[in-house]
């Protein structure tokens, strides 16, 4: 039986979560102190795996630290909730945050390394790097989130500057930044492999995100209907065009009490051109954004 003991013993300014295994975990807030302990690894010669988040984690994100276990002599994980990527305060000031709880199931999903950055650590000055990403940030969550990704390419190019990783794991639930991140390390040259891992969801089809933790209890009652009525327009592709399962998906949602959709598009997988009829691509993804009251939901569908 695995018995958890943990013990946190702080050494200068690196924070050690142990347990009975002696396995060690890095908890570092500081980015010279990080590249101190990634050296180590990188002298070894051992591989890096890295898992970007911020933090309020849950199966989803555990299971990319997982894959990066399986792929990975040392997984690294960050926790910072880039302000740069929110386009709205309150919702800056509104999202989840559990570092407690994130820094023991991190642990005990092996990861080796977790940093923890505060904001200054970040950005010391503004980052007043502007990115174009053509055509993929124009639309969807680009075009309801001016400056989203953006945001999320200062925060994502400066954590690999830091981290230094062979690969790093993104989630398919957030899948425009997926492509986001693929353009962003081909464009800087950024030598790092981006591995896509699959959406997790709740057993009534719900896509894990951190912030179905602010859905009210009367609300997520309903949810399922996101992911159901995708299934469904997957099923009727075969027997419907491009704009009448966008009509349909997007009035079935529309019909339940405290739901709106913001955007449903369906698009070309690789590219993201957007696609008005079926024979466009061979890979096509149909992408979601709903309000549940004011919790803002994204989901997607590959066809
Ligand atoms: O997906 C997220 O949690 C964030 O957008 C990321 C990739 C950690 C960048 O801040």
Known sequence: MYFLFYFICVFGKIIYVCTLN????????????????????????????????????????????????????????????????????EDLKNYPRTPDKDIESLKKTGCDLIFIPDDKEIYPEPDMRVFNFGDIDKLMEG????????GVALAVSKLFDIINPHRAYFGEKDYQQ??????????????????????IRESDGLAMSSRNRLITEENRKNVPIIYKTLSRAKELSTKMSVPEIKKTVISI????????????????????????????????????????SNVRLIDNIKF
């Not at 309801?144 to 990704?149: D, Q, T, V």
């Not at 997926?178 to 959406?199: D, R, S």
């Not at 529309?254 to 997988?269: G, L, W």
């Open 22 to 89: 002696i396995s060690i975990m890095y908890v570092i807030k500081h980015i010279k102190d990080v590249k101190i302990e990634i050296q180590k690894f990188t002298d070894q010669k051992k591989s890096i795996g890295f898992v970007p988040t911020m933090g309020a984690l849950h199966e989803g994100h555990l299971s990319l630290i997982k894959r990066a276990r399986q792929e990975n002599d040392m997984v690294a994980a960050s926790i910072f909730v880039n302000p740069a990527q929110f386009n709205n305060k």
């Open 178 to 199: 997926l492509l986001i991140v693929k353009a962003l390390v081909k464009q800087l040259n950024i030598p790092i492999e981006i591995v896509p891992c699959p959406t």
């Open 253 to 292: 949602i529309n019909s339940t009490p405290d739901f709106m959709v913001e955007y449903f598009e369906i698009a070309d997988c690789n590219t993201f051109f957007l696609i008005n009829d079926w024979a466009e691509t061979k890979n096509a993804i149909g992408c979601i954004a709903v309000y549940v």
């Open 143 to 150: 075009k309801f989130r001016p400056g989203h990704f953006n």
